[in-house]
């Protein structure tokens, strides 16, 4: 197989705006991705990493929220409870952040990377980060989640982001936002 290299996505790409496709049988190649999309997260210091953040069409994440690495293929909530807001900064939109209200506690289903059917109940951060991942596969970002003043505050920085795309260097973490 050849060395799959996986960079992300700058701001503006249409992939981060598609909805994915559902994967009908998980092979080598998208472990392969899991694996790739896994150390390019820790690389940038993420807590999470959907498939369109790296340019690849498919329903893949990628989780570490600080208990243990989940990689999952077609992950869909299936049960959402409570609310909670967070701060929440996102590896496709560098630089902004938002605070994003979202359910407090959540059950996913999805498939592993070998195929099997695996449920997670998650609350707190990793809950909100499996509903940030979840929103990338629908191609929903961060800034759709805004208030109006997280807009306004943020609008400069998202029009330079236009302009220019997102290949500039990461900023480094302003805020105490997590980045997925
Ligand atoms: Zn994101």
């Known amino acids: 197989m050849k060395e799959i290299k996986l960079n992300l996505t700058p701001f503006g790409t249409p992939v981060l705006r598609e ?28 807590v ?7 340019g690849i069409n498919e329903a893949l994440i990628v989780v570490d ?3 243990g690495l989940y990689k999952l293929v077609n ?3 299936v049960k959402l409870e409570g609310s909670q807001s967070m701060e929440e900064g996102c590896l496709s939109v560098p630089g902004v952040g938002v605070k994003v209200k979202r359910s ?5 289903e999805a498939l592993d990377e070998f195929g099997k059917e695996v449920r997670i ?3 707190g951060l990793l809950a909100t980060v499996f509903q940030h991942e979840v929103d990338h596969l629908n191609g929903t970002l961060i800034i759709d989640h ?7 505050k943020n609008r400069k920085k998202i029009n330079e982001l236009k302009k220019k795309g997102s290949d500039e260097k990461l900023p480094k973490s302003k805020s105490r936002s997590s980045k997925m």
């Open 104 to 108: 407090k506690k959540v059950v996913v």
């Open 121 to 123: 109940e998650a609350e």
């Open 65 to 67: 929220a600080g208990m």
């Open 146 to 152: 805004s208030s109006v003043i997280d807009s306004l």
């Open 75 to 77: 992950p869909v909530i």
């Open 19 to 46: 909805k994915v496709c559902l994967i009908k049988e998980v092979t080598d190649e998208h472990r392969a991705i899991l694996s790739k999309m896994a150390q390019l997260m820790y690389e940038v210091r993420g």
């Open 48 to 54: 999470g990493l959907a498939a369109p953040q790296v």
